[in-house]
């Protein structure tokens, strides 16, 4: 997050359509240009929600969009369209009451407002305030997704901004968590709601990196790279369907002090509530540190003015490290990428790289941060968890093992030496060394001094796959999948946009379900002669989404010919290797009494044997679309 919107907005009176428009844009270009290092056009948003509680800072936040939308439909064909979200609790009597209260205040504003009551289970919480924030975003997040709204507006200020960090400091935070409340960023507790969280569309993507790349198992169980015998123009017809799209929460507001925000109301009429237990100090840590503040009795070190400061130096830290991690990227060489396995094959750079910038380098925390956050954004692309799952420290002690090999307790030999790296398991993601021959050695696509000779035997190029399932422990998905009447259709996959279905059409397809947090899946079932009920009452289908498994692949041998069997080792020999096989999804039909028949290879489209004979006896097809889940494309972009 780059640091410009900590600009201090010195005047204390009420804020202008124009100094909010002017901050708008800037956090909203920063947070692009923070995250790839280029710098694009600042076109805002269009369609808004707001995220309005009724207190002066959101009261003020809902004045100012209604006057830009004002501004903007009398003097531009790009009109703005600002949609009031009212959160009703229903955790108090009085719930209702205040949201009906200020939902009113925000109609006599002129703003299209829609008042959200939360349903919360019928058993005791023990984290209320947890449980209430996770419903809260979840509500907020849906209704934007209902409105076609990708951007959500909040009304967090500078004096918040001061009183988080403040608080991350006594907890002992650094880095990032120094920088501040994000301007920009993902929609948060929302994970796995499609269309909310980073989903609701997709890209395509061609397969990156050096298609020429295949691994093989040799008989002392060793992963060896060798050449592909498969031309490049088989290899150029793999597409990916990527996620993008969701939910993005935006908080203009945070060069502005609380003041200016009260100014704002006041000078305006605009109608606010207090809530009293913001101001005692004895409740919660929040308020205490609130009062401190208010009253200055903390060390001038503590104080407002040096809080500001921490953050942004915490930010130019931030975007320098990022920088630096951008440029050891560019090192780095992306040899595959294959989403349908969730593998990829990296040549990381050998001998270790030359100081990175120019710039001084006072700080040991950025020389740690740099190759650890460079390792943390390559096993994102392939990790289960989501990004930022794991804290940079818990990179450190890996990160001389790729960047830095001959440095490593787990490198035994030297450059080009047939000697075995060891294995390793970090982020979710399993690193295993690969066995490089000259011919595939040779292949290299980026122009990396020495890398023909060094990489020779046991180098520096690793296979990266998910890390094997625990025992008992494996990610279950059902799927129920409704059946409706069709005149004609084919058991296959299909791939069309990725769109969300309408939520008055009569749904046709199970909607779309996250399995293991890496491949989204929809599945469409229909019959081959017409139902005997109304096509209001479908039958449906139960499926389970789990990995592979060997006890699988030794009940499919029992019913396939020697034909079907040798293709399908032959194509997991080819595309899922070792342990990969093990990782990927598998679609299992669930009988009567619970019966399993595993029926196919979702994301590799691949039928397993017998699968389609049995659909068509029950004159029964489906057919799926996928998409891996959403990724930071420029670290792909820049190994690659």
């Not at 009597?93 to 009906?100: D, F, G, K, L």
């Not at 794991?390 to 787990?410: H, M, Q």
């Not at 070792?578 to 979702?602: H, N, Q, S, Y």
């Amino acid at each position: 997050m780059a640091s410009s919107h900590l600009l201090r907005h010195t005047d204390p009176g009420p804020l202008t359509v124009k100094h909010f428009i002017d901050s708008f844009q800037r956090i909203w270009l920063d947070s692009r240009t923070a995250r790839t290092g280029r710098h694009h056009v600042a076109y805002l948003p269009r369609r808004l929600g707001l995220a309005i509680s009724g207190g002066a800072d959101s009261m003020a936040l809902a004045y100012l969009c209604k006057q830009w939308e004002r501004t903007q439909t009398q003097t531009s064909d790009e009109k703005v369209s600002v949609t009031a979200f009212v959160v009703d609790h229903k955790a108090r009597e009085e719930s209702t009451r205040e949201a009906n209260m200020v939902a009113g205040w925000l109609d006599d504003m002129g703003l299209q407002t829609q008042i959200l009551p939360l349903t919360w289970p019928s058993h005791h919480i023990s984290a209320f305030e947890t449980h209430a924030r996770r419903l809260r975003f979840q509500a907020l997040g849906q209704a934007c997704r209902a409105h076609s709204i990708e951007t959500l507006l909040m009304g967090h200020h500078q004096d918040d901004n001061v009183e988080t960090t403040l608080w991350r400091l006594c907890t002992g935070a650094r880095g990032a968590g120094l920088a501040g409340i994000p301007a920009v960023t993902r929609i948060p507790e929302c994970h796995g709601l499609f269309g909310v969280a980073e989903s609701g569309s997709s890209m395509t993507l061609l397969k990156p990196g050096n298609s020429d790349y295949r691994i093989k198992t040799t008989n002392t169980n060793e992963l060896k790279l060798t050449g592909s015998s498969l031309n490049t123009d088989q290899h150029q017809q793999n597409q990916y369907k990527i996620a993008t799209g969701g939910i993005s929460i935006a908080r203009p507001l945070l060069a502005f002090p609380k003041r200016s925000l009260l100014e704002t109301c006041k000078a305006n009429n605009i109608p606010y509530v207090e809530d009293p237990t913001n101001f005692d100090p004895t409740l919660t840590p929040r308020n205490a540190i609130r009062s401190l503040l208010a009253e200055k009795k903390l060390p001038r070190a503590l104080r407002e003015e040096s809080i500001l400061s921490l953050m942004r130096k915490s930010n130019m830290l931030l975007r320098s490290v990022t920088q630096s991690s951008n440029e050891i990227l560019d090192r780095c060489e992306l040899l595959s990428f294959a989403p349908d396995t969730g593998s990829m094959i990296v040549r990381f750079p050998s001998p270790p790289p030359p100081p990175l910038s120019n710039k001084p380098n006072s700080a040991e925390e950025k020389k740690n941060d740099i190759p650890s956050l460079t390792l943390r954004r390559i096993t994102e692309l392939i990790s289960p968890f989501p990004e930022n799952h794991f804290p940079l420290r818990s990179f450190e002690a890996f990160t001389s093992r790729v960047f830095c090999p001959s440095l490593s307790s787990g490198y035994q030999g030297g450059e080009g030496s047939t000697a075995k790296q060891q294995s390793f398991t970090l982020g979710g993601v399993m690193f295993q060394p690969l066995r490089c021959d000259r011919s595939s050695a040779s292949t290299s696509t980026k122009t990396t001094p020495d890398i023909t000779k060094e990489d020779v035997g046991y180098g520096n190029t690793y296979l990266l796959t998910r890390q094997p399932y625990m025992r008992n422990r494996l990610p279950i998905l059902p799927i129920t999948v409704p059946i409706y009447p069709s005149s004609s259709c084919s058991p296959s996959s299909v791939h069309s946009t990725a769109d969300t279905q309408s939520p008055n059409s009569i749904p046709s397809s199970s909607g779309w379900h996250l399995w293991d947090n890496r491949y989204w899946f929809r599945v469409k079932g229909t019959v081959m002669s017409p139902l005997s009920g109304s096509a209001s009452e479908p039958t449906s289908l139960s499926l389970i989404v789990r990995p592979l498994q060997k006890s699988d692949l030794k009940n499919i041998r029992t019913a396939a010919s020697k034909e079907e069997m040798r293709a399908l080792m032959d194509r997991l020999g080819r595309d899922a290797p070792g342990l990969i096989r093990f990782t990927v999804p598998l679609f299992v039909l669930v009988g009567d009494g619970g019966k399993e028949a595993p029926l196919a290879l979702p994301t590799m489209e691949t039928w397993l044997p017998g699968a389609e004979d049995m659909l068509q006896s029950m004159s029964c097809n489906i057919r799926w679309e996928w998409m891996y889940k959403m990724i930071d494309q420029e670290p792909l972009e820049r190994m690659g």
